[in-house]
T-cell receptor
């Protein structure tokens, strides 16, 4: 019954590799997000998709490419991984169409370690 | 640019005490404000959502208030318990659906 799920939970990889993180929500929301939480625990928005369309792209390197195959899924692909990409990445979703409520629900996070 | 600040960064209180966590934001044109808790190594759990037209929301021992004009919100926790120990984050939503997060308050309840 997990509302927002992410896979994998942990990801350890070497510099220069390409990796993907998957996110799925079963809440019927039409908006999904990717956030990055750095080593100082600060959370910052990276991308937001509404009905499979990109609506927010916050100064993120081109090596990061989100993909939304449908409203329930938002995946994050990262090319040429760098040490500075090590962080916890959170997926979130919000907004049931036809309502005014934009409460965001978060996934459990993916801890990415680049060595 | 919206900036969200939470003070203090860390707080320790004895079990059973009531406590208040503070959140301030620089731009009062918010759509809503949301309080979360984050346990170590875990994701975020939504606690309370206050719409911009509301003054407060309550859930169990938690009460969140919002004063948009002064750019402040407080989270009141009554009769604190060790299980309340976590990092508490506030976040404000602006018109383009982006949540801007505060830096968090790490709360420790001492048994």
């Amino acid at each position: 019954d997990t509302a927002v799920s992410q896979t994998p939970k942990y990801l350890v990889t070497q510099m220069g590799n390409d990796k993907s993180i998957k996110c799925e929500q079963n809440l019927g929301h039409d908006t999904m997000y990717w956030y990055k939480q750095d080593s100082k625990k600060f959370l910052k928005i990276m991308f937001s998709y509404n009905n499979k369309e990109l609506i927010i792209n916050e100064t993120v390197p081109n090596r990061f490419s989100p993909k939304s195959p449908d409203k329930a899924h938002l995946n994050l692909h990262i090319n040429s991984l760098e040490l500075g990409d090590s962080a916890v990445y959170f997926c979130a979703s919000s907004h049931v169409p036809g309502t005014d409520t934009y409460e965001q629900y978060f996934g459990p996070g993916t801890r990415l370690t680049v060595t | 640019k919206q900036e969200v600040t939470q003070i203090p960064a860390a707080l320790s209180v004895p079990e059973g005490e009531n406590l208040v966590l503070n959140c301030s934001f620089t731009d009062s044109a918010i759509y809503n404000l949301q309080w979360f808790r984050q346990d170590p190594g875990k994701g975020l759990t939504s606690l309370l959502l206050i719409q911009s037209s509301q003054r407060e929301q309550t859930s169990g021992r938690l009460n969140a208030s919002l004063d948009k004009s002064s750019g402040r919100s407080t989270l009141y926790i009554a009769a604190s318990q060790p299980g309340d120990s976590a990092t508490y984050l506030c976040a404000v939503k602006v018109g383009n659906e982006k949540l801007t997060f505060g830096t968090g308050t790490r709360l420790t309840i001492i048994p």
